[in-house]
């Protein structure tokens, strides 16, 4: 599901059935480094295994995301 809630977070997307949240970062991310990494550790906390890409590998690179 693309832009599930999950706490006070929005993940991209989420698979409940996985238990899976991916991101996909933006520049703005890049400057909030320290945000990111709370996220994550919270949703990590629930049992939620996290994956994060860079918008420009997914937009320019995908063999490498999905490799």
Known sequence: MWQNP???Y???FYCGKLNLAIEIDGESHSTRPDKDRVRQQRLESFGIRFLSFNDFAVKKDMGNVFG
């Open 6 to 8: 999950i706490d006070k």
């Open 10 to 12: 929005i993940a991209d």
